[in-house]
């Protein structure tokens, strides 16, 4: 089951979702989804180190486009309180060999990182869904189009 409307709203502020979003390479998504997560508070800035090194270790790439990047499992110390950004591409950049639009930055602890992937990625994988996130232009609509 996805987060619920209310819980998107906790985990994932208008504050922390980019429409039409200006990266070059993953690395950069990666960063700036990761400091999306320490402007909210949610991590310390070290913990994008951590989604760098995830992402140079295992690519986060889940398929149609979208990206999970998330810190290793010895990032979890530097999570404040579990949150979500969104960075929805204005043009589609190289991630390892396939073409990413949407990237999801995702800050939880311990266990709840596999929750939260599992749950997104599920909602995610459904085609339809993925396309009209990538045309969202309302923090409304995503978490419309992301609650379950």
């Given at each position: 089951?996805?987060?619920?409307?209310?819980?998107?709203?906790?985990?994932?502020?208008?504050?922390?979702?980019?429409?039409?979003?200006?990266?070059?390479?993953?690395?950069?998504?990666?960063?700036?989804?990761?400091?999306?997560?320490?402007?909210?508070?949610?991590?310390?800035?070290?913990?994008?180190?951590?989604?760098?090194?995830?992402?140079?270790?295992?690519?986060?790439?889940?398929?149609?486009?979208?990206?999970?990047?998330?810190?290793?499992?010895?990032?979890?110390?530097?999570?404040?309180?579990?949150?979500?950004?969104?960075?929805?591409?204005?043009?589609?950049?190289?991630?390892?060999?396939?073409?990413?639009?949407?990237?999801?930055?995702?800050?939880?602890?311990?266990?709840?990182?596999?929750?939260?992937?599992?749950?997104?990625?599920?909602?995610?994988?459904?085609?339809g869904r993925a396309?009209s996130l990538r045309?969202?232009?309302?923090?409304?609509?995503?978490y419309e189009l992301?609650?379950?």
């Open positions: 089951m996805a987060p619920s409307a209310v819980e998107l709203r906790e985990l994932l502020p208008p504050a922390s979702i980019v429409f039409a979003a200006q990266v070059v390479d993953r690395d950069e998504a990666v960063r700036r989804s990761g400091a999306l997560l320490v402007a909210a508070g949610c991590v310390d800035e070290d913990y994008v180190d951590q989604m760098l090194d995830r992402e140079r270790a295992v690519s986060t790439f889940v398929g149609d486009g979208i990206a999970m990047p998330h810190g290793t499992l010895t990032a979890k110390n530097d999570v404040i309180t579990e949150g979500l950004s969104l960075l929805l591409l204005a043009s589609p950049i190289d991630w390892g060999g396939s073409d990413v639009t949407t990237v999801i930055g995702i800050a939880a602890h311990g266990r709840r990182y596999i929750t939260l992937l599992s749950q997104l990625a599920t909602v995610l994988l459904d085609e396309a045309s969202a232009s309302t923090a409304e609509r995503v992301l609650a379950s």
